[in-house]
């Protein structure tokens, strides 16, 4: 499973990338503003460092000014994947930016049916979010096997990145159902790597490795 970093922090993408961590990032306008550095230059700073697609969102509402924003965006760096959220518009504007061959990531998906849109209309990723599904008492991951099976029965080769992830488990899950991609805050990532027996662990070692300097 490819791990891309849901974040616009320029610290924690590069150090998602000194752990080897680094396959991609997500942005959306939420994330984007709690950054101090202007859009594009931010951007292009994070396509610089991330070896793999980078999602910038498109916040325009009709297919027309949609394809405008996302050709902007696309221009910004080569490794630039449009965010577009699932909508008639939104489709629209996938069916013209695919042909293109602009990579499309269609966001705020929460049904099995958005999922299977986008894919026939030629995005390349989709997005299903399954931490704000659990927030109203759905479970998100059944969503995710869902479309993993749609996709599965009709071959459909768009890939399906697990978003608004919130825990370890959700990353995990992902992973068992086979899904392409999970887009991880920085905490949860950080915890990924974390066991409490672990550090119980390095402890007892560590204790232990000072009778032996003293002997
Ligand atoms: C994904 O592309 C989104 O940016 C993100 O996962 C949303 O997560 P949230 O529901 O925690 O805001």
């Known amino acids: 499973m490819k791990i891309f970093l849901d974040t616009a922090n320029l610290d924690q993408i590069k150090e998602a990338a000194k752990m080897g961590m680094l396959d991609g990032v997500t942005t959306n306008p939420t994330l984007v503003s709690k950054e ?44 630039v994947a449009v965010k577009i959220p699932i909508c008639v518009e939104g489709l629209k504007a996938t069916k013209v930016l695919s042909e ?53 029965n009709y071959g459909l080769n768009t890939e399906v990145i697990v978003a608004s992830i919130r825990h370890p488990l959700h990353f995990v899950e992902a992973a068992l159902m086979g899904a392409d991609i999970a887009t991880v805050p920085f905490a949860v990532l950080e915890k990924l790597a974390k066991h409490p027996l672990t550090d119980i662990g390095i402890e007892r070692f560590l204790k232990d490795w000072e009778k032996v300097k003293g002997k």
Do not use: W
């Not at 390349?124 to 109203?136: M, W």
């Not at 759905?138 to 869902?146: F, P």
């Open 36 to 79: 101090k550095m202007g859009f594009e230059i931010l951007i292009k700073e994070i396509c610089r460092i991330v070896p793999g697609p980078v999602s910038v969102e498109c916040v325009s509402d009709k297919a027309e000014s949609i394809v405008k924003e996302a050709r902007q965006h696309a221009r910004i760096a080569d490794n």
């Open 100 to 152: 293109e061959g602009i990579d499309v990531n269609t966001t705020l998906v929460f049904s099995a049916s958005q999922a299977l849109m986008a894919a026939k209309a030629g995005t390349r990723y989709v997005s299903p979010f399954v931490g704000r599904l659990d927030d109203i008492s759905h479970q998100g991951m059944d969503l995710v096997e869902d479309v993993l099976t749609i996709f599965d």
